[in-house]
């Protein structure tokens, strides 16, 4: 069993940075792939980052060169750091694992508010 619950979120202005974090209790175990989605009102969540059992990432284009996803093995967490915000990266974050064969498992979400 895995829970994740989400943390970091806020309001910044555009331009700035926020670190968001994704605390994980139970075990991640090695074919384990890690995401982080997002929902803004009104659309669909979408897929932002992903990280994979192998170490891989992979960004939407959206994204890509702003966000970093990074798996903290001392602390337990799934991280995601965010630059350059832009007011369009205004959701509701959520952080995900996926068990192959199984089952996802979801965080609750976390709000970003980006907005002068």
């Known amino acids: 069993q895995v829970q994740l619950v989400e943390s970091g979120g806020g309001l910044v202005q555009p331009g700035g940075s926020l670190r968001l974090s994704c605390a994980v209790s139970g075990t991640i175990i090695s074919t384990d792939a890690m995401y982080w989605h997002r929902q803004a009102p009104g659309k669909q969540r979408e897929l932002v980052a992903t990280l994979t059992s192998g170490g891989r990432t992979n960004y939407a284009d959206s994204v890509k060169g702003r966000f970093t996803i990074t798996r903290d093995n001392a602390k337990n967490t799934i991280d995601l750091q965010m630059n350059s915000l832009k007011p369009e990266d205004t959701a509701v974050y959520y952080c995900?694992?996926?068990?192959?064969?199984?089952?996802?498992?979801w965080g609750q979400g976390t709000q970003v508010t980006v907005s002068s």
């Open positions: 995900k694992v996926h068990r192959i064969g199984l089952r996802d498992y």
